[in-house]
């Protein structure tokens, strides 16, 4: 049973104070039967309440303002986690029976959001890709491992080549991306398979064994199979998700589940330096540090609250 610690700071710096700072943190693991919460604290600066609720994916969320004039915000989670393996699908229902049980999920509501497809217009080329192997007669299992296999074999894994701006087609047309990118594309590619698939966030706990996105917020997806549940699978490492991983939250793509975001009264320019640690029980740990000076364009939309957006895509930059 691997027990994590894992501190994840993030801290902006202003240009000039600012004050009404009005944030949303999704930094709570989620707690379930493989993943224990042994404890955590989240320090930030001038110690606001946060407000705890559960949003619509059952993902805890808090809420706080800091209003007092301020030219420095730091978020710091520090939180222990224990994991245990899970059992994996041992697939031993027939095909036929599995791919029925799943035409009858489209139906329910609570898989509805996981079924239906993000706008992409080289869906028609995708779902080619989708039809060959659904000719195979694969089991959802089957399928499901094929997809996370084609996306880590024919995307290339590449930082800071793509933000939260970057489109499905654009990712689609450059196949290059980090963790977010391997994963809303693979969504896609279930979603066609009438296989519900959610988005995961989190982290990768893989103690320096090469894997990509270890000492960074991770992503991933889940894959809702017949008889079994929701099985993870990570296509930037193509490999199962077990107890190496530790989620934060679930949503339809990475805008559900953004670990920091927010609004402010004030300068818009200002640096935001994000750190993530994970030690482990042997003694070693693991350290990525990343800074960005950002300047967001001038709110000229309110529709769009372009300062929230661009909080998303460097958060989303983080993320490997």
């Not at 809420?63 to 520090?78: A, C, G, W």
């Not at 889940?222 to 008889?227: G, I, Q, R, S």
């Not at 402010?264 to 003694?283: K, L, P, Q, W």
Request: charged letters at 20%.
């Amino acid at each position: 049973m691997p027990k994590f610690k894992i501190r994840h700071i993030t801290r902006y710096v202003y240009e000039g104070s600012v004050r009404d700072s009005a944030n949303q943190i999704m930094l709570y693991p989620i707690q379930d039967n493989h993943q224990d919460i042994i404890h955590q604290t989240i320090q930030i600066t001038g110690s606001p309440q946060v407000d705890i609720h559960l949003d619509y994916f059952n993902n805890q969320v808090g809420t706080f303002t800091q209003s007092k004039p301020h030219r420095e915000l730091t978020i710091d989670s520090n939180v222990v986690v224990s994991t245990t393996p899970k059992v994996m699908p041992d697939d031993q229902q027939s095909s036929a029976e599995q791919w029925k049980f799943l035409k009858e999920l489209k139906y329910q509501s609570e898989f509805i959001d996981f079924l239906k497809q993000e706008s992409f217009l080289q869906l028609p080329e995708v779902a080619a890709i989708v039809d060959a192997e659904r000719l195979k007669n694969c089991s959802p299992l089957a399928s499901a491992k094929e997809f996370c296999h084609y996306v880590f074999t024919n995307f290339i894994y590449k930082k800071g080549i793509t933000t939260v701006e970057t489109t499905l087609d654009e990712a689609w047309k450059i196949k290059s991306g980090v963790c977010q990118d391997f994963a809303h594309i693979l969504l896609v590619m279930l979603r066609l398979m009438n296989i519900p698939a959610r988005y995961v966030s989190g982290y990768i706990c893989p103690n320096k064994n090469g894997m990509r996105g270890e000492g960074a917020t991770h992503a991933w997806v889940e894959a809702y199979l017949p008889f079994y549940g929701w099985l993870g699978l990570d296509p930037t490492n193509d490999c199962l998700v077990n107890e190496m991983h530790v989620k934060l939250a679930v949503g339809k793509n990475f805008s559900d589940c953004s670990p920091v975001k927010g609004t402010y009264r004030g300068t818009s320019n200002h640096t935001m330096e994000v750190a993530v640690s994970v030690s482990y029980e042997d003694g070693q740990s693991t350290e990525n540090t990343s800074s960005v000076d950002e300047q967001p364009p001038a709110a000229t939309s309110f529709s769009k609250n372009s300062y929230r957006r661009h909080q998303e895509e460097i958060q989303m930059q983080q993320q490997q």
